[in-house]
Every structure is written in C-alpha cells, then in structure tokens.
C-alpha cells in the first residue's frame, strides 16, 4: 500500500484504493467503476508489463479505431519462456468479423472455425485494451465469486458489442507461472464455477441470442468435457483431495450424472 501511495504522490493520475479483500472480480470491477480514461486495461499484481505496451497499445487503437486491442504475452516459468501460440504471421492483425466470431467462441470451447485466426491468449483479460464506453454502458461486469472462468465470461460478454479488434503480434506482457498459484491447489469448486458461468450465459443469451447457435452448442459441450477433465487433475485425482480414492471415484460417478453432462 505504502509502495502505491508514493506512485500517487508524483503521478497525479494514479488513484490508489484501499479496501478489504473481496477478491479479483470484485476490484477490477471496482477500477471499472472508477476508470475516467477511454481505455482499460487491467494487470495481476504477480505478472509484469514492458514499459511500452499502453503506448504500442493505445496507438493500434487509435490508427484502427478498434474496440479491443490484444497482444502477445510470454509465460514466465522459473527456467523458461514461452510464447504464446498464434497463426499470425504480420506485425499487425486486423481481425475480420468471421475471426472475430471464432475468437469469442474459442473463449468458451473448441469448435469449427470459419476464420484463420488463432491466438492461444483469447479469454485472458491482461494482454488486452477495451474500449471504456463499451464496458460501462453495456454494464460488462467480471462475475463475482467465480475463480477461475470470471475473465473468459467478461471477455465473451464485451465481444458482443465489439465490433473492431486488432492483434499485436508481439509480446508486450509476462505472464509468471507459479506452482502455488490457485491454477494448480486442490479446488473442490471446480464445478460450481462452471455452472455459475453457464447460468450467467444462458441469461445473457435470454437478451443477446447466439449468432451462431449450433457452434455456441458445440462450444458449451467441449468446455464441459474439458471441465470434467480438469476436475479430475484439481479435484478427484489431486494429491491434496481429503477424501481416499474409492470416494472420489464416487464423486466422479455422481457428477456425471448431474444433468449438464
């Protein structure tokens, strides 16, 4: 806290805000309420920037009027580097509406692609520029008590109402790989998480309906399987479960035959 306040000191465009923690959705949703700027970007405390990624990313913004700008990112591993994977090729991608589409449903799932895009940093919220107005009128919120998913759930709502995004590809932003980090404990809330996520969907689809819908389909049954499979790693077959073997083998019957999957 102390660190920040001498930030605000000598920047007077820093704002620091003290409060209790309620967890990451919880502030970023708080920034977005207090963002003055056109643009918002947000950073994990543990990751770091290069000092030119806002300028580089502003200035893509502003030379193709885009409502979301993306960049490369390394992940950061305590012996290595690696790159995020993506079949562009140019400094500069303008995505077109087609890759647009298979972008956001990507977020979700795997699915058939119309386009010739890929980028393996599409549901992450910290290599990405969004247009403030987009996200403060359409109420584009991170949803509360869901970790991990909130940021694929933003991303996928804010892509609703984006109609231009442009890919830098190069890597402005260090994605560090830490062991202890909430990505690799026992979780025994891997499920609800989803479901919580897929409830928002289908309300949100109540108002904004799939433009896609046999491809949304095909998305929400690969991000269950997918889901299902993390389970198994985070939950029933990690290290730390409380429970012997022969009780997560029941635990994974009995959730096989919840009505999703």
């Not at 708080?30 to 405390?45: H, K, M, N, R, T």
């Not at 995004?165 to 190069?170: E, L, S, T």
């Amino acid at each position: 806290g102390n660190i920040l306040e001498e930030y605000a000191k000598n920047d007077p465009r820093v704002k620091v805000i003290h409060i209790e923690n309620h967890g990451v959705s919880y502030a970023r949703n708080l920034g977005i309420e207090q963002a003055v700027s056109p643009w918002i970007c947000f950073v994990d405390p543990d990751d770091w920037a290069d000092s030119t990624m806002l300028e580089e990313a502003i200035s893509a913004a502003e030379k193709y009027q885009a409502d979301l700008v993306m960049w490369n990112y390394y992940s950061e591993f305590a012996n290595k580097r690696v790159l995020g994977a993506t079949t562009a090729t140019e400094p500069i991608h303008l995505l077109t509406p087609e890759e647009l589409c298979d972008h956001r449903l990507r977020m979700l799932g795997s699915c058939r692609m119309n386009g010739s895009f890929y980028w393996r940093g599409a549901a992450f919220p910290w290599c990405k520029l969004y247009r403030a107005q987009l996200v403060k009128e359409n109420n584009v919120r991170f949803l509360l008590n869901v970790h991990p998913t909130e940021d694929t759930f933003f991303n996928y709502l804010f892509l609703e109402f984006a109609k231009t995004a442009v890919f830098i590809n190069k890597p402005l932003f260090h994605y560090r790989q830490n062991e202890g980090s909430v990505m690799y404990r026992f979780t025994d809330n891997n499920f609800s998480n989803i479901d919580l996520v897929l409830d928002a969907l289908e309300a949100f689809h109540k108002k904004f309906p799939p433009s896609d819908p046999e491809r949304y389909q095909q998305v929400i049954y690969s991000r269950l399987i997918n889901t299902y499979m993390l389970g198994l790693v985070r939950t029933f077959v990690h290290k730390d479960r409380p429970y012997s073997f022969f009780e997560a083998l029941r635990k994974m019957k009995a959730q096989l035959k919840e009505p999703r999957y």
